[in-house]
Structure formats: C-alpha cells, structure tokens
C-alpha cells in the first residue's frame, strides 16, 4: 500500500515537473517570438520611414513649383560650365526664369548630365543633351523624380545664338508648353535677313526692334521664340559650340561617333 502511494506521489510529481517545464519552455518561446516579431515590426517601420522620405523627396507634376522654388532659394547659382573633349561651354543662367534655373542647377549638383551624350546636332541650328535613352539615365532621374516644369516663356529671353532652352514635346506644345525636365539645347542657329522677318511678319509673327538686329548681325534660331523656354545664354566657348555643331551626324541627326558632356558644373 505505502509503495503505491508513493509510486502515485512520484507520477504526480512528475507530471508537475513536466508541465512546469513545458509552461517555461512556451514561455521562453513566446517571449522569443515576441522579440523576433517586435524587431520585424521595428525593420518593417524603419523601411517605411525610409521609403516615405524618398517618396516626400521626389519632384512631381503636383510639387514641381514648391520643390524647385525652394530648392532655388537655397541654391542661387546662376553661371554653370559644362565640360567637353572640345572645350569648355560657360553659361549665365537667367533669374527672371527661376523654376528652370534651378532645375538646371539641381541637376548640374546631382551630376545628372555626366557623363551623358550630346544626341541630336543640327549644323546652323543647335546641339541637344539629356535624354539619350542610356538606362543610367532612367536610373538617375528615379531618384529625382517624374515632372515637367512650368513654362516660363518671354520675349525678352530668345533663341540669339548661344541661348540655352529646354525641350517641349509634341503634346506639351499643345498643352501649356511646360518644358522637359531634362532634354536642354543650345541654340548655334545662322543670321537672317530683312526679307525672312518681312515673310515671318505677314505671317503673324512679331519681332522686337532689339531681335532683329541680333538675329541680323550675331544670328540664331527665331521660328523657336514663343514656344520654349530660354532660360540661359553662352558667355564663353562659341568655338566650342561651333565645333560640336559641325560633327558628322546619321539620318536621324545622331552624331556618328558619340559625343560626350564630361561634366556641367554650377558656380
């Protein structure tokens, strides 16, 4: 009889212990799944502020004019060199265009244009840089963001040679003709005549006493005046210019051996 009570005793005993152990042992593993679960939610909201902050940080159609004129305030750069095998272009950018002037110096300070080509040159017309359809430059402009700038169009600022303007595609020119992001040019352009101005004025087109006789004696590309931005105009390097402008170009105005921007700077 006392040997079966203690036999009982000893599997109740037992029994305690075992499940004394396995309480401690689910608690042990729900404390470590807690702290696991907590560090995942902890990585998980530190990924969402981090891709929160890149989202907030990235220009859109919706934030173009904040971000650009914030960014311009703080940045007041106005002359930007862009640097070739050729020889240096020097530029005074505009402050009467100030959303373009500084997108131009944002993306000279991000390196943007790089080591970026020169696609499409028109001899006695112009040279065009920005979007040459390289994956680095898709790459670069995901971290910038998505947008075209606002026009900001005056007939005080042309295309005389040596004016530097941003693109406007075939839709915007229909619909406010806010400029490219990126895709810039550089007007080399040739000299008129009294008769084109006579033709182009019984055309409805106007001219400033100040144009005509920039465009007579120094030249440029005056159709262009209206519809694009100038935001800039070349200080130094016309030999430049005229270099790159006279390269061998295809069918399609792509110069046959690419022509590289080494570097724009902003000063």
């Known amino acids: 009889m006392i040997f079966q009570k203690f036999l009982i ?3 109740f005993s037992l029994t305690v212990i075992s499940i004394s152990c396995t309480q401690l042992v689910e608690k042990n593993i729900e404390k470590e799944l807690y ?20 989202v907030k940080s990235l220009i859109t159609n919706s934030n173009v004019e904040q971000k650009l004129t914030e960014f311009g305030k703080n940045n007041p750069e106005n002359i930007v060199v862009m640097f070739t095998k050729f020889g240096k272009l020097k530029f005074t950018l505009y402050n009467s265009s100030p959303l ?4 131009f110096v944002l993306l000279s300070k991000r390196k943007f244009y790089d080591n970026t080509l020169f696609y499409r040159i028109i001899n006695n017309f112009m040279i065009q840089g920005g979007n040459s359809d390289n994956f680095e430059i898709n790459s670069k402009m995901n971290e ?3 947008y075209w700038i606002p026009n900001e169009i005056s007939s005080s600022r042309f295309h005389k040679k040596g004016a530097l303007a941003m693109a406007v595609s075939t839709e915007e020119q229909r619909f406010g003709k806010k400029s490219s992001a990126i895709n810039f040019y550089i007007i080399e352009g040739r000299k008129m005549n009294s008769s ?6 019984k055309e409805g087109k106007k001219f400033t006493n100040k144009q005509k006789e920039i465009y007579t004696n120094k030249g ?7 519809d ?10 016309f030999s430049t210019l005229s270099k790159i402008s006279k390269l061998k170009t295809d069918k399609y105005d792509w110069p046959v051996k690419d022509f590289y921007i080494d570097s724009i700077r902003a000063y």
């Open 196 to 201: 084109y101005f006579k033709s182009k004025e």
């Open 220 to 226: 440029g590309a005056p159709h262009l005046d209206g």
């Open 228 to 237: 694009y931005t100038v935001f800039g105009e070349l200080i130094s390097g």
């Open 35 to 54: 702290a696991n679960e907590s560090s995942l939610f902890k990585e998980i909201d530190s990924t969402d502020i981090i891709i929160d902050k890149l």
């Open 100 to 103: 373009h002037r500084a997108n």
């Open 144 to 146: 910038i963001g998505t």
């Open 9 to 11: 005793f000893y599997l």
